[in-house]
């Protein structure tokens, strides 16, 4: 098709990014929403009077430099707050790192499957895309993630807990593949789900950064602390990097109401925490009995679990989820539940006992 406007050819190969469904209705059945990862449970009740609050003046624009809340992550996390960059969400942060580092000419290495937005955004820079494929157990495989880095590589992109299948990176494994990363290459550690993990082997990514200047934390409150839809989250990088991030990052781009709900649900945190450990333990039951059932599932460390499935079985299952009301993730290779109330996921056991 002729094109009538000037625009890139890099959009010709963009892969699309495939939201969730939302639940079809089905008679006397309440619908549930297990297709995003989002918390299940409403917001802390004093997050819910910040977000008010702070919503009551949309006339103004909000802090640029969302500096209280900069200060409060640099104090939770014990680090300078010029190595902190607030954005809308943690896409926006991995938007922004993949414009400082990728260009025409460029490679990016990243684990597959794993999230979505990874090779959507390596394809807006007209970047070459070197998805490496998991291991059979859904883990990275670092020795093919270091054997996919060369000259041209700008960026490595690392997902821990993996989404859409479920583990974690020990701290082992990333400290061994950092020693083989060339230390001007940024790799992103991407710990959407962190606070979900429960695996004590699991890299702790602040210590981590601690060691490793060309390590780059990105971080949400969509996840764990419920905020889906205020969009804001966080990178940790270094100070040289934070800067260039900064440069690339729109102003005012997360609201005055995000900024005060994550100020207040981050002082709230070990509330936060205890939530997602409950989430946690529902998840791991949940994991547990579908291995029962005789399928495969992955190490669950994140608010989600993974169904290993071919695509005539992931067909079916999301198929058969849907007419009971439960809109799950169907994905290369499997399934993605995300863990909900307990009515939602028996019901997915339920049809995953009769397939
Ligand atoms: C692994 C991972 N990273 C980052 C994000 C982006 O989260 P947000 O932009 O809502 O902070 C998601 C969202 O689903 C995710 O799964």
């Not at 495989?141 to 690392?158: E, N, P, Y």
């Amino acid at each position: 098709m002729s094109k009538r406007f000037l625009l890139r050819d890099a959009l010709a190969q963009f892969p699309p990014y495939v939201p969730g469904k939302p639940p079809v209705s089905a008679p006397g059945l309440t619908p549930y929403k297990l297709s995003s990862n989002e918390h299940h449970l409403p917001p802390l009740p004093s997050v819910v009077e910040a977000l008010t609050a702070a919503s009551a003046v949309p006339g103004n624009y909000p802090d640029p430099s969302a500096g209280r809340l900069v200060a409060d992550i640099a104090a939770h996390l014990d680090v300078d707050a010029a190595e902190v960059v607030p954005g809308a969400g943690a896409s926006e942060v991995l938007s922004a790192l993949t414009n400082i580092t990728l260009e025409a000419g460029t490679s990016v290495v990243y684990p597959w499957p794993s999230f979505e937005m990874y090779p959507i955004l390596a394809s807006a820079r007209g970047a070459e895309k070197r998805p490496v494929a998991l291991l059979d157990n859904g883990r990275h495989d670092f020795q093919g993630l270091s054997a996919a880095i060369d000259d041209t590589t700008r960026l490595v992109l690392l997902c821990s807990p993996n989404n859409p299948t479920g583990p974690t990176i020990t701290a082992a494994e990333l400290d061994g593949f950092m020693a083989e990363v060339p230390p001007e290459v940024i790799v992103v550690l991407d710990e959407a789900y962190m606070e979900f993990a429960t695996d004590a082997e699991a890299a702790d990514g602040v210590a981590a950064f601690r060691r490793h200047p060309n390590l780059v934390l990105a971080r949400t409150f969509s996840k764990a602390h419920g905020l889906a839809g205020l969009r804001v989250g966080f990178g940790i990088a270094d100070a040289e990097i934070a800067g260039a991030l900064r440069q690339v990052i729109a102003p005012f781009s997360v609201t005055a109401a995000a900024q005060a709900a994550a100020v207040e649900s981050l002082a709230k945190v070990d509330e936060v925490a205890v939530r997602a450990k409950e989430i946690a333990a529902v998840r791991d039951r949940f994991a547990q009995d579908l291995r029962d059932l005789g399928f495969t599932v992955p190490d669950a460390q994140g608010n989600y679990v993974w169904v290993a499935l071919d695509a005539e079985a992931a067909v079916a299952f999301e198929g058969a989820c849907a007419e009971v009301a439960v809109a799950v993730r169907r994905l290369q290779g499997g399934v993605r539940v995300s863990i909900g109330p307990d009515e939602a996921l028996d019901r997915v056991l339920k049809v995953a006992a009769e397939l």
